[in-house]
Each structure stands twice: as C-alpha cells, then as structure tokens.
C-alpha cells in the first residue's frame, strides 16, 4: 500500500481521481466503475482491511501510531481480447482501496492517504458469442449451470462455463439497449478502443455467421483447427497433420486464406523431404 | 471520444469478422457503417417503409415507384421554379398597385389643392377687382382735388401755368449745365442781400478776375487764418500743462505743510500735557537708579476688588525696599503695569536717561 500525505480524497469520486492517477491509467468514465462495483464489494472483509492499513501505517509511523480513516474501494477494470480457441473479452477487475486517515502518534497527528490494490484481481470473461447473444436478447440458448446471488454460470458450447456477476450482465444488458457495443468500450479510455474494432468485428461476424455460405477453401481464413482439419481430409494422420502445421507455424499469417496455408504446408514438407 | 474506426482498425474488424463469416470483406463493413448512418436517419427508413407499404398495398414495385417518385420530383422542381416565378410577379404586380394606389392618391390630394387654390384666387381677383374700381374712383375724385387745388394756389400765388412751365424749363436749363436748383437759389441768395448785386458782382469779378481765384484766395486765407489758430491752441495746451505741473507741486507743498501743522499741534499738545512734569522727570533722572515697586499684602488685594483706592500700594525707591512703606508689608514685587507700559525690562532698577 501507498501512504500519501495529506487527505487526497473526501468522497467517492476523489478517491476514482486518485486511484486511475495511482494506477496509470487515462480517463474512464464513472458509469463503468459503477458497473464493477458488485464486485468492489466483494473485497470488503473490513478485518482484513483493517489489518492492511495498520500494517501500512505502524510500518510508516510506528507501532504506536493510532489511526481512523474513512475508505472507499474503486475498482479498476483492464480490458483485454482474446482470440485463441474462442474470442471472448477478458476483464481483469483489480479492487483498490483509498483511505483517508487521520495517524495519531505520540508526537503529533497527521492526515495520510493509504492507496493500493487489495485482494486478487477478479477475471470476467464474455465470450463474443454470449455477448451476441446478449445483443439479441438471446441468452436462453445458453444453459445455466450454475447461480447464487452474485453470480451465474453458463455452459459456452466450445468453451469453458462461464461465471459473471449478475449484477455486472444486468447492467451491460441496460447499457447496450441504449448504446453499441463501441460506445460502451470507448467508456473505458484508451484501452477500450483498442479491443473495441476486435470486438465488433467478431460481433459482426457472429451476427452474418448464419447468412453467410460455407466458404470454399479458397475464400477461407486459415486457423490451426481447419488446416489440421484438411490436412487430415487429405489423407494425413491427426498427428502426423498437427506436425506438420507445427513445422509450418511460423511461417502462416493471420489474413491467410486456408487454400494458400495448405499450399505452405505441403510446400514446406516436400523442401524438408528434398533437404 | 470519437467512435469512428480508422482504416487500420476496420481491417482489424474484418479480419475478425472473417473468422465466423470467412466472405466479410472490408467493404461489407464500410456498407454496414453506411447502413447504420442510414438507419439513424428516420428519414430513410421511413421511405423505405413506405416503398414497401406501395408494393405490398398497390403492387407497384420499387422501380415503377422511383420512376414515379423521379417524375413527380420533376414535376415538382419544375412547379417550384414556376411558383418562384409567379410568386415574384404576384410580389411585382402587388408594388406596381401600390404604387398605382399611391399615385391616384397623390393626384387626388394635388387636384383638391388646386381647386382649393383657384377658389382662392378668384375670391382675390373679385376682391382685387373690387378694391380697383374703388382706387379709380379715389383717383378720380384726387385728380379733381388737386386740380382744384392747383387752380387755387395759382390764383393765390399769383401765378399763371404759363409761369409754372417756364419755371419747368429754368430749371432743366440749370440742370443742363451742371448744377442744382438748389445751388442756383444758394447763388441768388448771396446777392439777394445787396440792393446792387449786379453792380457788385461786376465789381468783385473785375478786383479778382474771375469767381475762381476769387474762391481760390479766399481758401487760401482760410487755411493761414487756421494754421494761426492752431499754432495759438498748441500754445495754450502748452500753457495748460505747465499749469497743471505747478497746481500738482503747490498741492505736494500744501500736503507737506499740512503735515507740519499736524506735527506742530501734537508737540504744542504734548507741551501743555507734559511740560509741568518736567521737574519730576530730572528730579527722577537724577536718582542713581529707580525701583517702581507694588506691594502684594493680600488684604489690599481684597480690599481692591471692592475700592480700587484701597488696592495694593505703588511706591518709587531709589534703593531696593525691604517692606512695604506703607504698611510694612515684607513681600513686594516690581510694578509689572509700569514695565510692560513702557517696553523695559522687568525685574531690574531702571536709570531714567533724559534726551538734550
């Protein structure tokens, strides 16, 4: 924990001011903390908080050092998207503690700020198809394994269940009545927009997935999966397929399409039989 | 923020797009941009609707729809520009009738004030017509008048017309040689005094020859006659100043001397005054030195607000006095009164010094 002289915070949305200062990270709208702030509310076991802030303040002051402080807890949510197996944004939730305290010691009485992360940083992560789904109001398609009061578990088909925060799904499926899905990432600053194209390019996939025609091999993207796949339909043992795109991996690119990384592959295993 | 994706991030979002829906292309993308900007317009939308609405209600499709929809838009700009047009006449024709207005309205005004003014004239002519014969009459009436007149004076003056035309013609022949009736008559006058004028005027131009050098000589003298005179009044101005500067000086003296009379009086008054108390001054004058003493017995200070006879006692010594010599008083003081009159130093014997 940070100990910071003089009391930088008196209400709530100081206490964000110095915690997006502390944290490093640019400007983020107030309506996206609050969408975390279930969450928030989970990191307060007041012992262990009590504890922390003691420790902070006899560490700096002395074991003698009386204090009382006034805290708030902002969390701090860092997007991230991936694109491995199955596209999902991952949101790490890290919870921070501000505490405006007033330390008594033997000499005199002075007022800190203590600031830092408390706990584990909580992961969410909504995969692109449950938040199509979400987006057009189909979350029925999904089965519910698991639910207690603050959270719910889905079973993802392709991808491990999934366990939110129901007060974190209630408030998105607000938010994204009245805005995109854009203008929600945009909210969180700077790293929003840069998951934001990400997201919405995969949405928009999700959503022309239906319409669209199975591609030939010459109009489709290459992944891992659908070159082992052909390679196979072509006659190559499972293992023998996957050691073969293992050769080539470094070689395929992202905007490949899988008729040009089947070439690649083939080309690439006769030089290593003619080498 | 703008939310507005840059080239670089539309290819990213097709390319994702691309892993569910391998056919999505970059321009997929820009056309659902385009749509959505499309859809924000209601506008659109509503045209939309509505062409369907035209399908499905009066089985005309869309194309027939835009043809009709381009024809009557046709129709429309055409009636637009043609109103534009019309609406610019109404507006010219509207001003051209308020001007007509304007001007029937003017006329009017200007043709009630002309007969007003040709009502006016005629009364004044009527007048005017009036008043003449009324002059005619009058004139008639005068004309008679002074004929009458004249015929009286006449026969008063004793005169004939006849007289009265030559007169006439004196007077144009005075005229035709430069001069005035008046200065004719100014002429006759300085003769008319003389039982002779004729004779005398025969005599005055054989002395001088002709009227001119006699009025020449004549001027001539009035100017010596004036120059002496003015040589006399410069040498009484001269005479008047030197006057003045003698009454100014007598005055100074007399100031002078009344001053000494003032001076002399206040030495005779000082005389009377002061001349019997000659001897108390030398005797004074005498004394070594003198002591003008007061006594300050508080008794008499008392007494002396009621009776200033009975006041504090004054005493002259020619030594410094132990006591009151009067009632034995120890404590005096020097006569302050006496001092502060006179301009001495107090405090102090005085040695009286008399002047020669």
């Known amino acids: 924990m940070k100990i910071i002289t003089g009391s930088r915070a008196s209400n709530q949305k100081e206490a964000v001011s110095l915690v997006f200062q502390e944290a490093g990270i640019g400007i983020m709208s107030l309506d996206v903390v609050d969408m975390f702030v279930s969450v928030a509310e989970n990191a307060k076991t007041s012992a262990e908080i009590d504890k922390l802030i003691g420790t902070s303040v006899r560490g700096r002051y002395g074991n003698k050092a009386s204090w009382r402080a006034d805290r708030w807890f902002v969390p701090v949510p860092k997007l991230q998207f991936q694109g491995k197996d199955i596209h999902q944004l991952v949101i790490e939730v890290s919870v921070y503690l501000v505490a405006a305290a007033v330390v008594r010691t033997a000499d005199d009485s002075r007022l800190i700020t203590v600031a830092g992360p408390v706990g584990k940083p909580e992961i969410v992560s909504i995969p692109m198809v449950f938040l199509h789904a979400l987006l057009e109001n189909d979350l029925g398609r999904f089965a519910m394994v698991a639910r207690d009061a603050g959270y719910t578990t889905w079973e993802v088909p392709g991808a491990k269940p999934v366990r939110l925060p129901n007060d974190f799904v209630n408030e998105l499926t607000t938010m994204l009545k009245y805005q995109s899905v854009v203008s929600w990432l945009c909210q969180f600053g700077a790293q929003g927009r840069c998951v934001a194209s990400l997201v919405a390019g995969s949405l928009i996939g999700l959503a022309f997935q239906d319409s669209s025609q199975t591609a030939p091999a010459n109009k489709e993207m290459v992944t891992a999966e659908n070159l082992v796949s052909a390679l196979e339909s072509l006659a190559y043992q499972p293992a023998e397929a996957r050691e073969l795109v293992r050769m080539v991996a470094s070689r395929l690119r992202a905007d490949m399409t899988l008729e040009e990384a089947i070439r690649l592959t083939l080309q690439g295993k006769e030089w290593n039989n003619n080498g | ?356």
């Open chain 2, 1 to 356: 923020m703008d939310n507005e994706f840059t080239a670089e991030e539309i290819r990213d979002a097709a390319r994702m797009a691309r892993v569910h829906c391998p056919g999505f292309s970059e321009d997929d993308f820009e056309s659902l941009m385009e749509l959505e900007r499309r859809i924000n317009d209601s506008g659109y939308l509503e045209a939309v609707l509505g062409l369907i609405r035209l399908e499905e209600e009066k089985g005309i499709s869309c194309t027939e729809g835009l043809d009709a929809c381009e024809k009557l838009i046709k129709q429309k700009t055409k009636l637009e520009q043609e109103v534009s047009a019309l609406k610019q006449r109404s507006i010219d024709l509207s001003t051209q009738m308020n001007n007509a207005k304007a001007d029937y309205e003017q006329k009017k005004e200007a043709v009630v004030r002309v007969t007003q003014e040709l009502m006016r004239v005629r009364n004044d002519y009527s007048a005017a017509e009036k008043g003449l014969e009324a002059f005619n009459r009058q004139t008639e009436k005068e004309k008679q008048r002074i004929s009458a007149e004249v015929e009286d004076t006449c026969r008063r003056a004793n005169i004939t017309r006849d007289e009265v035309i030559t007169a006439g013609k004196i007077k144009e022949e005075i005229e035709r040689h430069g001069f005035t009736p008046d200065l004719a008559l100014g002429l006759a006058k300085e003769f008319a005094g003389h039982k002779n004028a004729r004779e005398q005027l025969a005599e005055g131009l054989k002395e001088h020859g002709s009227l001119n050098k006699y009025l020449d000589e004549l001027h001539d003298g009035i100017a010596k006659e004036r120059e002496k005179l003015i040589s006399e009044i410069r040498s009484l101005e001269s005479q008047k100043k030197a006057i003045t500067t003698e009454s100014r000086n007598l005055k100074n003296t007399l100031g002078e001397l009344q001053a000494d009379v003032a001076y002399e009086e206040d030495l005779r008054r000082f005389h009377r005054r002061y001349f019997p108390l000659c001897g108390l001054l030398d005797e004074l004058s005498n004394w070594h030195q003198v002591f003008f003493m007061r006594c300050t017995h508080p008794a008499s200070t008392v007494a002396g607000v009621f009776d200033s006879t009975k006041g504090n006692h004054h005493f002259w010594t020619d030594r410094p006095p132990a006591a009151c010599p009067v009632c034995g008083y120890p404590v005096l003081e020097y006569d302050i009164k006496i001092y502060n009159y006179h301009g001495w130093q107090t405090q102090r014997p005085l040695k009286i010094h008399l002047g020669e």
